[in-house]
């Protein structure tokens, strides 16, 4: 149990586009789903905390509206990067939180996104 | 705030040996520990978590870590190393807010290097 789907698992796109990314919790109710980024051989860094049917909670330094998160439902969020540029080029990774796992975070595979 | 910190952003150990991968953390108030082991281009899996309780934890593939208060370490171990062990670890902190779950901070990871 407790698995964590991201879609796609990688994609190119043109610098200026828009690309949204799907993180999914296959088997469980996920009160909170977090995204995070990560740069080539570098360390997660939170992005921001979303929780379903509210706003996200964006870290400092993220560009709320450069980073859309909308978290429809209890087993779906989605992270649109709009407007890409190639320094948004990174791998970006999903976890999500099930209630009874005592703040434990389950982790998607992971999209890695190129800007061209 | 809470960190992390990973002593060696390499460690090179021969199969067979015993693994030792650094943790400190700063925090507040009593954290949650976990160590998360990544394979290339892949998500993060839960080696082990230390939430409460017995401060010696024990996770999957033979790897345990100590939570040691008074020097604010959980150093994460395994008593001999396989070839499969090669990998990226990583070490974070959360605190839980009883409120929902918080994001996870994260240290910059400690390649590990197995020689045969």
């Not at chain 1, 779906?76 to 099930?98: G, K, Q």
């Not at chain 2, 199969?15 to 009593?30: D, F, H, I, Q, T």
Request: hydrophobic share 35%.
């Amino acid at each position: 149990g407790a698995v964590v789907s991201q879609h796609p698992s990688w994609v190119i796109c043109k610098s200026g586009t828009s690309v949204k990314i799907e993180c999914r919790s296959l088997d469980f109710q996920a009160t909170t789903m977090f995204w995070y980024r990560q740069f080539p051989k570098q360390s997660l860094m939170l992005m921001a905390t979303s929780n379903e049917g509210s706003k996200a909670t964006y870290e400092q330094g993220v560009e709320k509206d450069k980073f859309l998160i909308n978290h429809a439902s209890l087993t779906l969020s989605t992270l649109t990067v709009t407007s890409a540029h190639p320094e948004d080029s990174s791998f970006y990774i999903c976890s999500a939180n099930r209630a009874a796992s005592l703040n434990e975070q389950f982790f998607g595979p992971g999209t890695r996104l190129t800007v061209l | 705030a809470q960190s992390v910190t990973q002593l060696g952003s390499h460690v090179s150990v021969s199969e067979g040996a015993l693994v030792l991968l650094r943790c400190n953390y700063s925090s507040s108030v009593p954290p949650y520990l976990f160590w998360y082991v990544q394979y290339p281009n892949q998500g993060l899996q839960l080696l082990l978590k230390y939430t409460t309780g017995a401060t010696l934890v024990k996770g999957i593939n033979g790897f345990e870590a100590e939570f040691k208060k008074s020097e604010t370490s959980f150093h994460l171990t395994k008593p001999s190393a396989h070839m499969s062990d090669a990998a990226e670890y990583f070490c974070a902190v959360t605190l839980y807010s009883g409120g929902g779950a918080d994001g996870l901070t994260f240290g910059k990871g400690t390649h590990l290097i197995i020689q045969p």
